[in-house]
């Protein structure tokens, strides 16, 4: 990264100039912060004593079998408390902001698993913390939203533009412009203004650091392939920044949602709806329209419904670093059932796009062939969008009964 | 010097401060917003701030993002934004027109591009998210006599506001407070800032954010050179249309005689 958080020509910085000073503080304390071996080991206690590192590489000998090719292994994110591995960001922006001495963080979400892991750790460090959520995505994600207020946090519901995830970030940059005295943005995903590409990057890259470590005992070597699922692309860079410059290749899976049309899926590689463009504080490839409007998105997982991408990403693309494929609902929601039935693990719709191309692939290549899947997070949270997609019933039943119940006490 | 700039020192003889308006095409629709525009250059606005609406507006409060969203709607391009203020303005000689709106719509249309088609209609462009340190962005505008208009905040740095005043032409949009447009500014407590400000520049001083009632201009007026008028505006027009917004824009205008 060059001092201006420059990836090629991606990144920077592009925020309103009462955002600059804080965002200069922020820079200095996060360099600050991470020369500091104290703030490391700290991180690192909380990492495993608070989330449960390091997460597991589980082989899939069943699935493997069954799809004839490529072995397949997957990194268990899903098994970080929260489950998914927005838990490893939250930690070290959690402690940063107490470093800072910054007393309340705001946090974007979409799905709810980034408000819910902010939620988590701010009560964990005693910090206040206000989510905002497009009022769209409160509706398809409601049980999140009833966990970050258990957890004591404030949700905001966001009315204006799609309300869904760009719409929660541009709000959350509001608040922070006249917040930052004491408040902390803790953006969750790669992207935003510099420092947060890098940082969220850098918290993340203890994935593609275990599975280095881990590699050599599980697969008896390092993996040819590693697949990971791509919103912001925060899973992607932690499992795939440790692994630049060696012969492993690097394949992101974008949402390819239900089509190829305009709003139809939320893909910002191998489409000409997407160009670079400069919005929400940074340089990226961004889905948009002519005149530089920010294009709507779809996917059946809220997490990777976002028009931009890490500008760490899409530099990797544009260097041939990274191979960018996509995966579409149906493909993804037969790579969640395939996946449980096989081997017992319940994904997330998100981290099922990255099941869903190494199956696809899988079958194409030599059984000595090792693919290392990130599994970013477990399905529970999807409950309802799953049960909805596979049109079960008895779940409407279930449903209909509790608010029957619920109406008589 | 520039167009812009020697428009408001020349005004300035006569007038204790000047109004900037503002209105963004597009809203409610493109033909009501060029009727609003022509309102208030026809009620003798001094400048009239016109913003291009980009889906993702991180400067501005709920009125303005939501008028911006409202007027998306509508489709609006950039050329034909261009073409209908070259017309209005050019009916309206002794008001200026500035452009504002954000980074990504103008980088898409192209800097050149822009050069070659806002002027000489357009005196100015705001772009809130572009810092200045990417001023090379805004650099093919200067030769068609477009100025670009940074912004200084209360808080700024004393390197990075000597690197804006040196940069500076046309006018300076000083941020009056924390936070983004509309809502409510203590607008004593920005004049300390505004002399200080005025001693290291001869670029004209433009205050915006939170000035809504006359005794806000009254308060600036010996500290900054053009009041600039947002949401307030808007609220008006929202509250009770046109007639409303002329009457508001009444009431702030007096302040200014
Ligand atoms: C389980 C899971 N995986 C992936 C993502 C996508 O984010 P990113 O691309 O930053 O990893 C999310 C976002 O909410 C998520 O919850």
Known sequence: MSDEGRFG?????????????????????????????????????????????????????????????????????????????????????????????????????????????????????????????????????????????QLGATVVPVTTGAATLKDALDEAMRDWSSSFNDTHYLIGTSCGCAPYPEMVAGFQSIIGEEVLSQAPEVLGRQPDKIYACVGGGSNACGIFLPYKGTTTELVGVEAGGIGDGVGEHAMRFNTDQARFG???????????????????????????????????????????????????????????????????????????????????????????????VNLSGRGDKDLFNIASALKDAPFNDFLADYLAREKQA | MSTLQTYIKTQRESRPILLMTHVIYGYPTIKDSL??????????????????????????????????????????TLRQCLADINALATRYPDSKVVLMSYLNPMLQFGFEALADTAAPAISGLIIPDLPIEQASFVEPLKAADIAPI?????????????????????????????????GATAFDAVTDNLDTLKQQTSVPLGVGFGISKPEHITALIGHADIAIVGSALLNAYNEAGLTQLVTRFKSLQTATR
Request: hydrophobic share 40%; glycine share 8%.
């Open chain 2, 35 to 76: 009727e609003i525009m022509e309102t208030l250059l026809r009620e003798g606005t001094d400048i009239l701030e016109v913003q291009f609406p980009f889906s993702d507006p991180v400067a501005d409060g709920p009125t303005i993002t939501n008028a911006c969203h409202v007027a998306l709607e509508n489709a609006p």
């Open chain 1, 278 to 372: 400069i919005a929400q504080g940074y340089a990226t490839e961004f889905l948009q329209d002519e005149q530089g409007q920010l294009l709507p998105t779809q996917s059946i997982s809220a997490g990777l419904d976002y028009v931009g991408v890490s500008p760490i990403l899409a530099d990797m693309v544009k260097r041939n670093e990274l191979r960018m494929t996509a995966a579409r609902d149906e493909a993804v929601l037969d790579a969640f059932k395939r996946l449980a039935t096989t081997e017992g693990i319940i994904a997330a719709l998100e981290s099922s796009h990255a099941v869903a191309a190494a199956i696809a692939e899988a079958p194409k290549l030599s059984r000595d062939e090792k693919l290392v």
């Open chain 1, 9 to 149: 020509q991606y990144g920077g910085s592009f925020i309103p100039e009462i955002l600059f000073n804080s965002q200069q503080d922020l820079l200095s304390a996060y360099r600050e912060a991470m020369a500091d071996p104290e703030f490391k080991a700290e991180m690192l206690a909380q990492m495993q004593q608070y989330s449960g590192r390091p997460t597991p590489l589980t082989p899939c000998p069943n699935l493997s079998q069954q799809l004839g090719g490529a072995q397949i292994y997957l990194k268990r994110e899903d098994l970080n408390h929260s489950g998914a591995h927005k838990m490893n960001n939250v930690i070290g922006q959690g402690l940063l902001a107490k470093r800072m001495g910054k007393k309340r963080v705001i946090a974007e979400t979409g799905a709810g698993q980034h408000g819910v892991a902010s939620a988590l750790v701010s009560a964990r460090l005693g910090l206040e913390c206000t989510v905002y959520m497009g009022a769209h995505d409160i509706e398809r994600q409601y049980p999140n939203v009833f966990w970050m207020k």
């Open chain 2, 150 to 182: 940074w912004l200084t905040i209360p808080q700024m740095d004393s390197a990075r506001l000597a690197q804006t005043l040196s940069a500076a032409s046309g006018m300076l949009y000083c941020v009056s407070r924390s936070g983004v447009t509309g």
